[in-house]
């Protein structure tokens, strides 16, 4: 996490820095179905950068070690012209893995908790949009705290067989795609389907632009063979959980829906797949 990319310290919530930075990492692990052993951080730091500072986002850090049973065993501290963490997580597998090179076709695409909050907290801090009271305190804690979905993903896992799944960091369409590019499969997601807060709703209305694209939000998305139920699958994850689509053999990626966003919809459906070709992601 690099100062002006992923943070500013003019934001104040220091300790939530040191939570967030440990947290996507634990995001990696949960999405295997793993569990975390182990870190070590190395700490970039820039003039002017004051011991309280460093502290308060040690303290946060610790906070998320603490609570997610993870040792931090080691680490550097260096000179630099910005301010950054750098977290390497260790963590092991009670069974098998899940992977993003195993859906298949009919298989249906669920994900946990909501969309698009976190990217909505972000634009709130960097002044691009505003709100007020609870929502504003709400999508903004939702991008510094993300939701720890460890056991979540423990408990996925042990589904057979081990269904496809990764975290959502860089957006739902952006991530499901790479599940597609690694399965060599396609999908369509309903718009309607994909689950948002009365927060996200406060603020954008029926827009699910940032819901679909905003990343940052650091749930699972995965991939499971018909007939699992929402009500089932929340109970078991101790999660909420909602169906957003199905895997098809076509290898694209599709939008449907009268309120998914114009820049998701394409003749004959948003090709994902040609997409991550042309990127460097």
Known sequence: ???????????????????????????DIAAMGGRPIACVVNLAIREGISTSALDRIYAGLRTEARESSTDIVGGNVTRARELSITIALLGELGGAAMRRDMARPDDEIFVTGTLGEAALGWRLLAGEIKARGPVRTHLIDRFFRPPNRLLAGQRLAAIEPAPSAIDISDGLLQDLGHILERSRVGAIIDAAS???SPAYRAVMGDDLIHALSGGEDYELLFCLRPGSRESELTRRLGVPVRRIGR?????????????????TKRRGGWDQLRDLSRSND
């Open 1 to 27: 996490m690099v100062e002006g990319v992923h943070f500013d310290l003019r934001w104040g919530n220091l300790e939530g820095v040191g939570a967030r930075s440990l947290a996507v990492n634990l995001s």
């Open 194 to 196: 994909v689950p948002v």
């Open 247 to 263: 895997i098809t053999r076509r290898r694209r990626l599709e939008v449907i829906g009268s309120n998914a966003p114009d820049s």
